[in-house]
């Protein structure tokens, strides 16, 4: 009999932290990737479906990593100028949507562009400024052109010695990608996750409304929102000059560089944001904007075509694309924004 009332009792639980619309996530933060990950995710087993997407980050983070000695983009990186290497069709999956946004981009977005990355040192205990001759060599090795797939056979290579690929601009989105997957394949209706600035969102929140994702201010000390916007089933992924950077005789050095100089982007932008169905080709599309700076990288979203942005420039103006008018709510205390609404 006591069973009995017990299995009720938890039943009723259940219950009632459902009825009265308390629909409670599971919430976790993990460290991967050199961020911190947070997921909220609703429906039964979400706890186990928590679990399973960090310790699949982590296994991607093995593969993709360029800070540690193995792994796929090492072995890649590794083998440069001297043939194919087998990798995991993850890895592969990166490069080709790598290579889809520098072919749109012109280049703007590379992941050839790891020997530069080497070279500054931004992120890394001694970020240095490398002299114009370093940089006028390693910017000969930047081109996506020189990376070769062989899709059905798992296959890559890099066409010339002394090129790295860095896909640190790209994988993060892409593990925001396989995350909702793995939300989808577990029958969760209700999901988000953040990774360092990589948002991806599954459906509506339980209650039926969209999710409201907060825009940091760029020059925020704190971490806060300039600005929100409401989405479902998307991804929202801001690339910065906030988010990585060093200062040398008061210049700000950020990690994002243009491939064609070898120099952090100096576009006039603070920040870009993405927000499309692939988290993946969003991490790459805000890093390139942000290279390209404002009026090519509103040409740049426009071309791709299923996407929408929104641009902080450094005279603070928010240029907003056309599918996100009436949908950006500004949060700007002291003021010091101006919202512009592209056509
Ligand atoms: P984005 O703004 O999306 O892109 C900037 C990053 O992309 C740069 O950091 C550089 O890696 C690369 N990049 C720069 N310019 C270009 C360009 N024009 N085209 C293409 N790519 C460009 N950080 C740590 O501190 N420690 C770690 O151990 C660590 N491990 C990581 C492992 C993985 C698998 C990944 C994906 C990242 C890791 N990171 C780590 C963070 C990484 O070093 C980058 O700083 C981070 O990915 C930048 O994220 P972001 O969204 O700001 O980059
Ligand atoms: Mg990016």
Redesign the pocket.
């Known amino acids: 009999m006591r069973k009995i009332i017990h299995i009720l009792a938890i039943s009723m639980l259940l219950i009632l932290s459902t009825s009265c619309g308390q629909v409670k996530p599971y919430e976790t933060d993990a460290f991967a990737?050199?961020?911190v990950i947070s997921q909220e995710v609703y429906g039964s087993n979400s706890q186990k479906t928590s679990d399973e997407v960090i310790t699949k980050i982590k296994y991607?983070?093995t593969l993709?990593?360029?800070?540690a000695p193995d792994g796929d983009i090492n072995k890649l990186n590794g083998n440069a100028g001297k043939g194919y290497v087998e990798l995991n069709p993850g890895t592969v999956s990166v490069l080709q949507s790598a290579r889809k946004i520098s072919g749109l981009s012109g280049g703007?977005?590379?992941?050839t562009?790891g020997p530069v990355?080497k070279a500054w040192g931004?992120?890394t205990d001694n970020p240095q400024v490398p002299t114009e001759a370093t940089l006028k060599d390693l910017v000969s090795l930047i081109d996506y052109a020189d990376i070769h797939l062989d899709e059905a056979g798992n296959m890559a290579c890099l066409q010339r010695p002394g090129q790295i690929i860095?896909?640190?601009?790209?994988?993060?989105g892409y593990a925001g990608d396989v995350a909702k997957a793995i939300y989808q394949k577990n029958g969760h209706k209700s999901a988000f996750i953040n990774l360092?600035?990589?948002v991806v969102v599954l459906g509506h929140k339980p209650d039926g409304n969209a999710w409201n994702i907060g825009i940091q201010n760029p020059r925020s000390e704190t971490g806060e929102v300039v600005g929100a916007v409401q989405v479902t089933d998307k991804a929202v992924v801001t690339?910065?000059d906030y988010?990585?950077y060093f200062e040398k005789d008061g210049k700000r050095f950020c990690?994002?560089?243009?491939?064609q100089t070898g120099y952090p982007?100096e576009s006039g932008l603070m920040s870009v944001t993405i927000i499309a169905s692939s988290s993946a080709e969003a991490?790459g599309l805000?890093?390139?904007c942000?290279?390209l700076g404002l009026d090519k990288g509103l040409d740049l979203v426009k071309r791709y075509g299923q996407a929408e942005a929104i641009f902080i420039t450094t005279n603070k103006k928010i240029h907003l694309t056309k599918g996100l008018q009436g949908n950006f709510q500004l949060k700007d205390a002291n003021n010091e924004y101006t919202v512009i609404q592209e056509g």
């Open positions: 990737m050199g961020t991607l983070e993709l990593t360029i800070n703007a977005f590379d992941v562009v990355v931004i992120g860095d896909v640190g601009g790209i994988a993060k360092g600035g990589n690339s910065g988010q990585r990690h994002i560089i243009d491939p982007a991490d805000s890093t390139a942000f290279v």
